[in-house]
């Protein structure tokens, strides 16, 4: 081990109350908004094949005339209060809100830059009106912030010349007062999001960012900040040199997830996931793969077996609107969480083995045990296989606790729920099983 004066703050899980409130909330909703959303992945009739988001990095698109699209941005469907309503009916304990993206456009009036809502047809202070929405709504709120900022003079990727390093330095000053503005203007803010942190410029920062974070979670108590905003001694981000994980939760599973508990390494983590293979601002032509509400449920599932959370993605159009497929997703996975949220919320990681019929998850506060079904053996025997000497007592269904199921015991640690379901299965379905431990 090699000593660091800027790698990982602790070894191990943060145990204060905010991190145990966050480490409880299951399932998030992440939104992508901006200027990016006018476009929609189109530029004069042409087909942008990247993340909407990106749209301004595309070489077909003018930076100049991207550069002048706010000028445009009049969102008249924008309604706080209905996406938080939505989010709230799909079951987000959580949401996080692109304060801005990587072309630096601020959803919020800052005062540090011209490139703001303020100076848009529209206005209003965007951010302000979704942190009231969703805090009203008791949906808490994270704010997303991208290091990168392709619209600020003094940003850099790296830093080659004594112009580019004075230049940094007003770049970071400029972010720092940003980050405390942010905080300042939104109170109710539990944690900060942050992105776009892999340049080389941002990672020669250990020692300027080590003080930033120190400065940010001292505005906020209990403030919570993902591994993916502090660089290391060396420049490492997410895990130090000696492979301890720096900040509260590990924020690398981005459109992916983890398969086994050792791949998370003991530590808090979040994935954060979109509904088609890659957008996450709003693109008006979805091509490849668009995941169901079933496969995203399974996700969902998957991430609270594993002690982790799940984020998903909404990108709303140009005027404020949330798009239809969205909506569909958001009441699917609703209903789905109204009669099974018991399984989400507070639950997280039970160390039995992986079985083939899908996840187990247990309450953290009840230690109730559930096996969430996604794949029904046509033998109708669900195999359960116990660390020593936990033997299953019960089994029955979640929506119909008077009906127990047959457990067989097979020797050893080994058990076989019986069930065969009477009608066709669309959804997952949650067995829930007593123990004698
Ligand atoms: C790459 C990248 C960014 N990280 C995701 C959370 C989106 O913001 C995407 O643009």
Known sequence: NQTLKYGAERIGKRTDRHMEHWRNYGLGQFIHWGVYAIPGGHWKGKYYPGAAEWIRSWKEMPKEAYDELYKQFNPKQFNAKAWARQAKDMGAKYVIITTKHHDGFCLWPSEFTDYTIANT?????????????????????????????????????????????????????????????????????????????????????????????????????????????????????????????????????????????????????????????????????????????????????????????????????????????????????GEWMNSNATVIYNCGHLPWEKQDWGYYTVNRKTNEKYMVIFNHPISGMYKIQTPDKIKIRKAYLLENPSGELNIEACGENKFIVHYRSSQKQTKPVVIVIKTDD
């Open 121 to 333: 047809p529209y206005k209003r202070d965007i951010i302000k009106q979704l942190v009231e929405a969703y805090d009203e709504a008791g949906v808490d709120v994270y704010l997303y912030f991208s290091i990168i900022d392709w619209n600020h003079p003094g940003y850099r990727a790296k830093i080659e010349t004594e112009e580019d390093r004075v230049a940094y330095d007003g770049f970071k000053e400029f972010t720092r007062k940003q980050l405390l503005e942010l905080l300042e203007l939104y109170p109710q803010t539990k944690g900060l999001w942050f992105d776009g942190t892999w340049d080389s410029a941002w990672k020669e920062q250990a020692a300027y960012v080590s003080d930033l974070d120190k400065e940010l979670r001292a505005m906020i108590p209990g403030l919570i900040i993902g591994s993916r905003f502090r660089p290391d001694d060396f420049g490492n981000r997410h895990f130090d040199a000696n492979g301890n994980m720096m900040g509260d939760y590990e924020q690398g599973w981005e459109r992916k997830m983890p398969n086994t508990i050792e791949e998370v390494h003991g530590n808090d983590w979040d994935c954060v996931m979109t509904v088609p293979e890659n957008q996450w601002g709003y693109h008006s032509d979805w091509r490849g793969h668009v995941k169901t509400s079933n496969e995203l449920i399974e996700m969902l599932v998957k991430a609270v077996s594993l002690g982790g959370n799940f984020v998903l993605n909404f990108g709303p159009d140009g005027n404020g609107s949330i798009r239809e497929e969205e909506t569909t997703i958001a009441a699917e996975i």
